[in-house]
C-alpha cells in the first residue's frame, strides 16, 4: 500500500502518465528507491557502499541526492538533472522540477555542519531554480523557474528573480493545494515589471554605447575633428 500510496501522490501531480506503471519507470521514482537504500547504508556508516549506490543511481537517471540527505514522504522529482546536497533535509509532499541545485555553502567558521536547504512540508521548485545554503524554504512555499533562493523563504511564499523575492499570488491560486510547475506565470508575473526591466537594461546599454562613443571622439586627433565637423 506504501508504494501505491507514492505513485498515487505522483499521478495527483502530474497531468502526464496514464497509469502508475508508466510512473515506475520515471527517473525520479528510481532515485528516490536508490536514495532509501543509500540513505539507509549512510547510517549505518558504510559510507562506500552508499556512494556506490548513489553513483549508480546517478548513472542511471542523470539525478544526484547524496547519500546524507534526508527526504520524507510523497517526495517527487518531475524529470532528472537535480542535484541535492548531502545535508538537505527535505518534507513530506514536496515537488522538485529538472535542473534544480539543493546546494551548500563554505561555512564561514571554516567547521562543516548544515550548508544546504531544508524544504518544508509542500514546497514546490520550479525549474532551474537554485536553492543554496542552509536555509529553510517555508510549507507550501512555491519557487519560480530559475530563481536563485538564498535566504529563508516564508510559508506560503512565491519567489522569483535573481536573486529570489516575494510576489503577490492571488488568494484562489494560494489556496489550491497543489499548482503544477511551481507557479501560475499569468498571475505571478507582471508585464509592467517585466517590461520595466528590459527598458532599464536597454538604457545602460544606451549609456555604455554613449560612454564608448565620447572616448573615441576624446582619442581623435583635433584636425580630423573639425574635417569630420
Same mark, same amino acid.
Given at each position: ?40 547504508l ?25 547519500? !546524507? /540527505? ?9 524529470? %532528472?538533472?537535480?542535484? =541535492? $546536497?548531502?545535508? +538537505? ?8 522540477y529538472?535542473?534544480?541545485t ?19 512540508d509542500?514546497?514546490?521548485i520550479?525549474?532551474g ?14 519557487? !519560480? /523557474? ?9 510559508? %506560503?511564499?512565491?519567489? =522569483? $528573480?535573481?536573486? +529570489? ?18 507557479t ?37 586627433p ?8
Open positions: 500500500m506504501g508504494l501505491l500510496s507514492y505513485l498515487d501522490s505522483v499521478k495527483a501531480r502530474d497531468p502526464a502518465p496514464r497509469s502508475r506503471m508508466e510512473i515506475l519507470i520515471y527517473p525520479g521514482v528510481w532515485a528516490l528507491g536508490l536514495h532509501r537504500v543509500a540513505h539507509r549512510f547510517r549505518w556508516r558504510l559510507y562506500f557502499l552508499a556512494r556506490l549506490i548513489n553513483h549508480f543511481s546517478r548513472f542511471l537517471t542523470a539525478i544526484d541526492i547524496h547519500p !546524507g /540527505a534526508k527526504i520524507g514522504k510523497n517526495f517527487f522529482i518531475d524529470h %532528472g538533472f537535480t542535484v =541535492i $546536497g548531502e545535508t +538537505a533535509d527535505i518534507g513530506d509532499d514536496v515537488t522538485i529538472q535542473c534544480v539543493l546546494g551548500g555553502t563554505d561555512p564561514a567558521n571554516g567547521i562543516a555542519g548544515k550548508r544546504h536547504p531544508t524544504l518544508c509542500g514546497a514546490i520550479g525549474s531554480s537554485q536553492v543554496l545554503g542552509p536555509i529553510t524554504v517555508g510549507e507550501r512555499a512555491r519557487i !519560480g /523557474a530559475n530563481a536563485v533562493v538564498t535566504r529563508d523563504v516564508p510559508a %506560503g511564499a512565491v519567489m =522569483i $528573480g535573481i536573486p +529570489a523575492r516575494a510576489t503577490l499570488v492571488d488568494a484562489r491560486e494560494y489556496q489550491k493545494s497543489f499548482t503544477p510547475y511551481g501560475p506565470c499569468s498571475e505571478t508575473y507582471d508585464p509592467a515589471t517585466q517590461k520595466l526591466e528590459i527598458l532599464q537594461c536597454e538604457v545602460e546599454n544606451l549609456r555604455k554605447r554613449l560612454a564608448e562613443l565620447a572616448a573615441e571622439r576624446d582619442g581623435e583635433e584636425g580630423q575633428s573639425r574635417t569630420s565637423a
